[in-house]
């Protein structure tokens, strides 16, 4: 499991919390319609919140001024602080689950980690030039680099600024302002890269993220593609001496179309599985083809989306491509033998019901709690998936009913299942990284 491991501070905005939100400039701010790809003064800042919380969208920026944490730190109360970034968040999660043996890449070895990671993590650490897996707690030397991202959830509802403005959120999510200094140049640990080399043969699955990070601005003459060519080599040796290794890509909200450009056409020809939700989806159809972008931002309907991972699938057919949205989750891979396809359904459906659990309470602490979750379907979710039924049907001649939810054509098989709606969720950060992982463990 790498590569992004963070400390995530989460900040709840309240009704009245933006009132507070004294900038000299806000009413023209609030006019603005552009906003910026990274956050690089306070405006900037409040821009990519404001604008977060009236789309309802979950979205990501990086801090590049590092006053702005200060100023954030003084003007939000901190309401939490846990283990953030996909790896991070994914490891704890399987680790307490007991549901995998987790060897995990933490990229800085830093005291902060410690009571956040779960400590039977197994964690590459060399000591007197012998690599060795250490628990958390075990590790030595600890460095102080940052990496604070703060997370801002927001609920639906009538948001009061301090002008006589105020701005409404139609949907629940969170905006994520992130500093980073060490994910931002995926940094992985010689340790790391020799340990998982050498017992690469043990592990069946590789989760990797972290990507929608890389600065290259924080380096001198770097580019996206010189970051990624270590990790390109990587994967090429652990698959050279693993061939059933499956790589499984989790995607994130990522700012800038070149770096999408760098992902889409270096990474996703070496990996099996990727993860991704609507916002990130639409970001890699921006830059990959206009028309089906521009269909789906009009209309997020199930055909749209549906049309959306085809676009990619078509692009790599070796992938398996799950896509997570408010009420129902698809996925698209090659045509599957009906027993596996079953499979895959029911590991939707499990991550589902983990999904909820994690909404519902903010974290999964075991796997008995899922005895608790009200299984209420959402209603807009299966009928999404049934107009997709019907649309595939009329589309494509060679399809194929295998079960309620699972079509295929000579060529491919796309299972849909509606979800579990949550009525107002403790917490919706890291429930997009439960619900790949869960679906892509549970279905090997
Ligand atoms: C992104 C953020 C991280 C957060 C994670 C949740 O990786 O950088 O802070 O914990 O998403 O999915």
Same mark, same amino acid.
């Given at each position: 499991? %790498? $590569?992004?491991?963070?400390?995530?501070? !989460?900040?709840?905005?309240?009704?009245?919390?933006?009132?507070?939100?004294?900038?000299?400039?806000?009413?023209?701010?609030?006019?603005?319609?552009?906003?910026?790809?990274?956050?690089?003064?306070?405006?900037?800042?409040?821009?990519? +919140?404001?604008?977060?919380?009236? %789309?309802?969208?979950?979205?990501?920026? +990086? *801090?590049?001024?590092?006053?702005? /944490?200060?100023?954030?730190?003084?003007?939000? #109360?901190?309401?939490?602080?846990?283990?953030?970034?996909? =790896?991070?968040?994914?490891?704890?999660?399987?680790?307490?689950?007991?549901?995998?043996?987790?060897?995990?890449?933490?990229?800085?070895?830093? =005291?902060?980690?410690?009571?956040? &990671?779960?400590?039977?993590?197994?964690?590459?650490?060399? @000591?007197?030039?012998?690599?060795?897996?250490?628990?958390?707690?075990?590790?030595?030397?600890?460095?102080?680099?940052? $990496?604070?991202?703060?997370?801002?959830?927001?609920?639906?509802?009538?948001?009061?600024?301090?002008? @006589?403005?105020?701005?409404? /959120?139609?949907?629940?999510?969170?905006?994520?302002?992130?500093?980073?200094?060490?994910?931002?140049?995926?940094?992985?640990?010689? /340790?790391?890269?020799?340990?998982?080399?050498?017992?690469?043969?043990?592990?069946?699955?590789?989760?990797? @993220? %972290?990507?929608? +990070?890389?600065?290259?601005?924080?380096?001198?003459?770097?580019?996206?593609?010189?970051?990624?060519?270590?990790?390109?080599?990587?994967?090429?040796?652990?698959?050279?001496?693993?061939?059933? &290794?499956?790589?499984?890509?989790?995607?994130?909200?990522?700012?800038?179309?070149?770096?999408?450009?760098? *992902?889409?056409?270096?990474?996703?020809?070496?990996?099996?599985?990727?993860?991704?939700?609507?916002?990130?989806?639409?970001?890699?159809?921006?830059?990959?083809?206009?028309?089906?972008?521009?269909?789906?931002?009009?209309?997020?309907?199930?055909?749209?989306?549906?049309?959306?991972?085809?676009?990619?699938?078509?692009?790599?057919?070796?992938?398996?491509?799950?896509?997570?949205?408010?009420?129902?989750?698809?996925?698209?891979?090659?045509?599957?033998?009906?027993?596996?396809?079953?499979?895959?359904?029911?590991?939707?459906?499990?991550?589902?019901?983990?999904? =909820?659990?994690?909404?519902?309470? %903010?974290?999964?602490?075991?796997?008995?709690?899922?005895?608790?979750?009200?299984?209420?379907?959402?209603?807009?979710?299966?009928?999404?998936?049934?107009?997709?039924?019907?649309?595939?049907?009329?589309?494509?001649?060679?399809?194929?009913?295998?079960?309620?939810?699972?079509?295929?054509?000579?060529?491919?098989? #796309?299972?849909?299942?509606?979800?579990?709606?949550?009525?107002? =969720?403790?917490?919706?950060?890291? !429930?997009?990284?439960?619900?790949?992982?869960?679906?892509?463990?549970?279905?090997?």
């Amino acid at each position: 499991m %790498g $590569f992004n491991v963070n400390i995530d501070k !989460v900040i709840r905005i309240r009704p009245d919390t933006l009132q507070g939100l004294k900038s000299k400039n806000l009413d023209e701010i609030l006019l603005q319609k552009e906003v910026p790809m990274d956050i690089n003064s306070i405006e900037s800042f409040i821009l990519c +919140l404001l604008s977060a919380i009236e %789309g309802g969208k979950a979205d990501e920026k +990086l *801090i590049v001024a590092e006053d702005v /944490c200060d100023w954030i730190e003084n003007t939000f #109360v901190v309401d939490e602080i846990k283990i953030g970034g996909q =790896a991070g968040i994914m490891a704890n999660l399987l680790t307490k689950l007991e549901l995998a043996d987790v060897l995990l890449s933490l990229p800085v070895y830093d =005291a902060s980690f410690v009571g956040l &990671l779960h400590d039977r993590i197994n964690i590459p650490f060399e @000591s007197n030039g012998k690599c060795s897996v250490q628990p958390i707690t075990k590790l030595q030397g600890f460095e102080k680099k940052r $990496f604070i991202h703060y997370i801002f959830e927001f609920d639906k509802g009538i948001y009061y600024l301090a002008t @006589s403005n105020s701005i409404e /959120c139609l949907r629940q999510n969170r905006f994520i302002a992130s500093h980073d200094t060490v994910n931002s140049l995926l940094e992985i640990k010689n /340790c790391f890269k020799k340990y998982s080399l050498e017992n690469i043969q043990k592990y069946s699955i590789a989760i990797v @993220s %972290g990507f929608h +990070l890389l600065n290259p601005e924080m380096q001198d003459n770097t580019t996206y593609y010189d970051i990624i060519a270590p990790i390109i080599s990587m994967f090429k040796e652990w698959k050279k001496t693993n061939p059933d &290794l499956k790589i499984h890509l989790e995607f994130a909200a990522t700012r800038d179309k070149e770096l999408i450009k760098a *992902i889409f056409q270096r990474l996703l020809p070496l990996v099996n599985s990727i993860g991704l939700n609507e916002q990130e989806l639409l970001s890699i159809l921006e830059t990959t083809n206009v028309t089906t972008y521009k269909k789906l931002r009009k209309e997020m309907s199930s055909v749209n989306l549906f049309e959306g991972i085809l676009n990619i699938w078509v692009k790599y057919p070796h992938l398996r491509i799950h896509l997570h949205y408010l009420g129902y989750y698809l996925t698209i891979s090659s045509r599957l033998h009906e027993k596996h396809a079953i499979k895959r359904k029911q590991a939707l459906i499990l991550s589902a019901v983990f999904a =909820a659990v994690k909404a519902k309470n %903010g974290s999964i602490c075991s796997i008995n709690e899922i005895n608790n979750v009200l299984c209420s379907v959402s209603k807009s979710g299966y009928e999404e998936i049934e107009g997709l039924l019907s649309f595939l049907k009329s589309e494509y001649k060679s399809i194929d009913e295998i079960e309620d939810g699972i079509m295929s054509t000579d060529s491919f098989t #796309v299972i849909g299942i509606p979800t579990i709606i949550v009525k107002s =969720a403790q917490q919706l950060v890291g !429930v997009g990284d439960t619900i790949s992982v869960l679906a892509l463990l549970l279905e090997n």
